[in-house]
């Protein structure tokens, strides 16, 4: 083996190996285990959320496929409607062309060529992550047989009364002119007003002030609410006001919704353009009057509006200007009054969202039954998906998230589908002249089901449908379905979705329903929610804050010139490129370390806790680079000591030392705490048992205790050493392989021969059991007694302060048989290990010198100090030190007293000062004890 580890001459390397011999395929006669990938965007790079998500996928899936389960981790990407039209439309207009210019089909042509050559971008990285998914069977959303999945889907829903087109309010984005779902809507608080204006009463007795956020909507105004029991306004309800500068006269009402605290308690109720007021518009029958273009600008005059012409074509917010103006001058406007409020932006477009009132597809989620009797939405659809969870089917890990998944089931709203782009599955809808609507999957079949003749004109839908709709049918549709394929039966329903908790609602939830409704049978039987990759100090990863990490620059390193020109790239605004320059320098200024893929593969699973967000800090993943040097160190030492050597592979006998039978049992306890870590989803502590075993019981003690053996013992003992060191190692090879795949395939290909292994390769090789046999307790009890023999003079050494190299003379007290008897087994290993001039044990009658004292249960372990320090400078260190803690204690204790500070300072800085006296109280009496008993020498 090289003498250091460098993971670039080897993780490239091992994985092309992996790939080429096909070692990610299903195969076996086990039980199936399949995870499917969370589809990641075509358009996308792997940012730290997913190196984070499929980092604890791919040990799921190594894990099981050592563990014998016919395994499957299918790989699969996503089309993402909007994000990649927009990148492809960002071409054109860069060559001085829209995508108009090309025509629908065109334009189509030109997404699938850019897909063919930069689309793969996020599967290269992944491969870099060491994801062991099954490559040979990837799918993409938008290729035939997912299409024909999609197809299958709208059609049946359709036919079955639970898909319908209908007139309802949607996010709509003016730039791109289309829907978009809750999830691409970013809502962030931002400054604003509130206007109060006057809304006169009909009958001349006065009028109402109404408070708002958007006055240029009032020109759809409906109505005018208030709260049924608010006192000031109950006698209004039933009343009228006339609407300013429409002229239109509107309704008084009373809903519950009105909160009679904000504002002056009267609200302006625009069902058209706001979701609110949309449902109070449906309870009490109100118009919907829609005064808004795609594009946000006023529309010309409507019947139901009566829109002024000179507001016509006006943006919505130059028509807000004009409106305000207007009203002032009618002395209309009551006030005007700063406001932070929540504004809801496009997540691709960064436009500002308008509730818009248009003709959308939906998918019915809220109706119990349909008009012919048949099961609506909630019954065939929603409700099965609550049952899965609540009976067991399905559960959520941790479970707390089960209730996410039921309040939001329990309140949905029927799914808007539908999406005004052209990169998408087009919705297989066909209109004749006539503008009636016939579905069917394709126009041959539409022609054929409803005998239309072909000289009729059909216009197909120009729509096409939500990206979430595809990845809905996932789980099954990546399979085979509509056909009844071999692997649709083999790995549905998949094990386990691992995902984060923001989509619960847009994908978790739909895939339930949609595999409950297809297949008959839940998509998965666990859901693993992990929480969300923020930095160091908690916050969110942005761009803007210029706290992203790349997982790749992590693996790679990066120089800081280059870290810098990547976190720049893109931004707008001067200052802001300017601040992040200047903040990365500062936090990076020698650039960020190469640290492999195992380091941040092995931080990563550290930091898989129960918790909801995960502090992701650079020190953490220093820290494992160190673990894996450790472990490529020891695995050297090992086989410096046992390849060419007598291992007892030939048949020599083997003599097992206590050592050799505790660290044997130690791993025993090691792999029983991983699986059941493993299978609890407790990445964290599988985690920490590896590295425990291997750093502290491994490394530290175990490698310290062979030496001696093999240079003092004899034949059978040693050959028994050699064997341990080489079988406990490869059996740690394959226990943290899941999580560390490439160093431990580097070292097991050389420590493999050596314990007997075959197989090319340890992705291929069984995963440790427990093995109940292999668990020496009274092994582990003399191992503890002679570790805590070695610390105990250790920690005498390191508290007065004793050369590292001066040999100590140490006497017992209180020996018991025990004690002496493991005294007499091990003395050879304490002499060494703990730098022990001699060990004597002394009588019941005789008198011990004055010493430093170590407890190990009832034993009394004695260091002479006479001789061993200089008197007189250890006098003067301590006295030093203590004056140095005097002088804290009236100043912290003064600040307690202080009557003005107790009062006024916050109770935990309070309780830190009294816990700080507390410590320097206690640490003066430990010194005081040691000058004391020092100077008795």
Not at 45 to 73: C, E, K, P, V
Not at 320 to 348: Q, Y
Not at 600 to 612: I, M, P
Request: charged share 25%; aromatic share 8%.
């Amino acid at each position: 083996m090289d003498k250091t580890y460098t993971p670039h001459s080897i993780e490239q390397r091992l994985y092309r190996h992996w790939e080429q011999q096909g070692y990610f395929l299903p195969e076996g006669d086990g039980t199936p285990y399949c995870i499917m990938i969370p589809p990641p965007n075509v358009t996308g790079s792997l940012h730290m959320g997913h190196a984070f998500q499929d980092t604890l996928m791919d040990i799921l899936t190594r894990y099981h496929r050592m563990a014998g389960n016919n395994t499957l981790w299918q790989a699969g990407t996503d089309h993402a409607g909007i994000a990649t039209q927009m990148v492809v439309e960002r071409q054109l207009n860069a060559e001085g062309k829209t995508r108009h210019d090309l025509g629908r089909d065109a334009f189509i042509e030109r997404i699938w060529e850019w897909k063919q050559q930069s689309g793969g971008s996020i599967t290269r990285q992944l491969r870099r992550m060491g994801s062991s998914l099954d490559w040979e069977h990837e799918r993409f959303t938008m290729d035939e047989g997912l299409s024909q999945a999609v197809r299958t889907v709208f059609v049946t829903l359709y036919n079955e009364g639970l898909i319908y087109r209908g007139k309802r309010l949607v996010n709509w984005d003016p730039v791109l002119q289309t829907a978009v779902s809750d999830l691409e809507v970013v809502s962030q608080e931002e400054q604003g007003h509130l206007w109060h204006l006057r809304y006169p009463l009909t009958d001349g007795s006065g009028y109402m002030v109404v408070a708002t956020t958007r006055p240029e909507t009032m020109l759809g105004d409906s109505a005018v609410a208030v709260h049924p029991e608010d006192e000031r306004y109950r006698h209004l309800i039933g009343k009228t006001v006339t609407l300013p500068l429409s002229g239109r006269e509107i309704a008084v009402i009373g809903d519950d919704y009105v909160d009679p605290e904000f504002g002056s308690g009267c609200v302006k109720i625009t069902p058209a353009h706001d979701f609110n007021d949309y449902a109070i518009g449906l309870r009490h029958g109100l118009a919907m009057i829609n005064v808004l273009s795609s594009t946000a600008a006023i529309l010309a005059d409507t019947t139901d509006a009566s829109i002024p012409p000179k507001y016509y074509g006006l943006d919505r917010y130059e028509a807000r200007d004009v409106i305000i103006h207007d009203l002032d001058r009618a002395g209309l406007l009551e006030k005007i009054d700063d406001h932070k409020l929540m504004v809801p932006r496009g997540d691709r477009s960064g436009a500002v969202l308008e509730p818009l009132l248009t003709d959308q597809w939906f998918v019915d989620l809220t109706r119990d039954t349909q008009p012919d009797g048949r099961p609506g939405g909630r019954k065939a659809i929603t409700e099965p998906a609550l049952a899965a969870v609540r009976n067991g089917d399905i559960r959520f890990v941790p479970q707390n998230w089960e209730n996410t998944y039921f309040q939001w089931l329990e309140n949905i709203q029927d799914w808007c589908v539908s999406r005004q782009i052209w990169w998408g599955h087009r919705i297989p809808a066909w209109y004749d002249d006539e503008g009636r609507v016939y579905v069917g999957e394709s126009e041959a079949a539409v022609r054929e089901q409803y005998h239309i003749a072909d000289e009729v004109r059909l216009r197909q839908d120009s729509d096409v449908l939500d990206t979430w709709f595809s990845s809905a049918l996932w789980p099954f549709s990546t399979l085979g379905w509509p056909e009844n394929s071999a692997r649709l039966q083999q790995f549905y329903p998949t094990s386990v979705l691992v995902t984060g908790f923001d989509i619960i609602f847009f994908w978790v939830a739909r895939m339930i329903m949609m595999g409950l409704k297809f297949m008959g049978e839940v998509p998965f039987r666990d859901i693993y929610i992990h929480g969300l990759v923020r930095d160091a100090e908690g916050q969110k990863m942005s761009k803007s804050k210029g706290n992203v990490l790349d997982p790749i620059d992590l693996i790679d390193g990066i120089a800081l010139d280059d870290l810098v020109a990547k976190r720049t790239s893109g931004l707008m605004q001067p200052k802001m490129a300017e601040g992040i320059e200047k903040q990365t320098r500062r936090d990076f200024p020698d650039g960020i370390a190469s640290y492999g893929t195992d380091a941040l593969r092995f931080t990563f699973a550290s930091l898989a806790s129960t918790g909801r967000d995960i502090r992701f800090d650079l020190k953490r993943v220093e820290g494992y680079r160190n673990f894996c040097n450790k472990l490529w160190n020891a695995a050297r030492y090992v086989l410096m000591n046992t390849e060419g050597q007598d291992i007892g592979l030939s048949g020599g006998a083997c003599v097992y030392s206590p050592a050799d039978r505790w660290i044997q049992s130690r791993l025993q306890l090691t792999v029983k705490e991983v699986r059941d870590a493993v299978a609890g989803y407790r990445f964290d502590l599988a985690a920490q048992a590896l590295y425990e075993f291997t750093w502290d019981a491994y490394c530290d003690w175990y490698l310290e205790l062979a030496k001696i053996a093999l240079q003092a013992g004899d034949e059978a003992q040693q050959r028994g050493t050699r064997k341990t060191l080489v079988d406990v190692l490869e059996t740690l090879l394959r226990l943290a392989h899941p999580i560390m795949p490439f160093i431990t395939e580097e070292i097991w290909q050389r420590v493999a021969p050596l314990a007997g292994s075959k197989g090319e390769s340890i992705m291929t090789q069984p995963y440790p059991e427990y093995d109940e046999a292999r668990h020496d307790a009274a092994a582990i009890d003399e191992m503890s007694w002679v570790m805590g023999f070695i610390l105990g003079v250790r920690r005498i050494r390191g508290e007065m302060d004793i050369a590292p190299g001066k040999l100590l003379p140490v006497l017992l007290q209180n020996a018991n048989t025990a004690d002496q008897a493991r005294l007499e087994t091990s003395r050879a290993v304490l002499l060494r290990l703990g730098r022990i001039e001699f060990i004597d044990c002394l009588g019941a009658a005789d008198t011990a010198p004055e010493s430093a004292i170590s407890l190990l249960d009832d034993l009394r372990i004695l260091i002479p100090m006479k001789g061993l320090i200089d008197r007189e400078a250890e006098l003067a260190r301590l006295e030093k030190e203590i004056q140095r803690l005097e002088k804290d204690v009236p100043r912290i204790q003064g600040k307690l007293d202080d009557a003005g500070f107790t009062a006024k300072a916050p109770p935990a800085v309070i309780e830190k000062e009294r816990k700080k006296l507390a410590d320097i109280q206690g640490s003066l009496e430990q010194l005081r004890q040691e000058a004391e008993k020092i100077s008795r020498l």
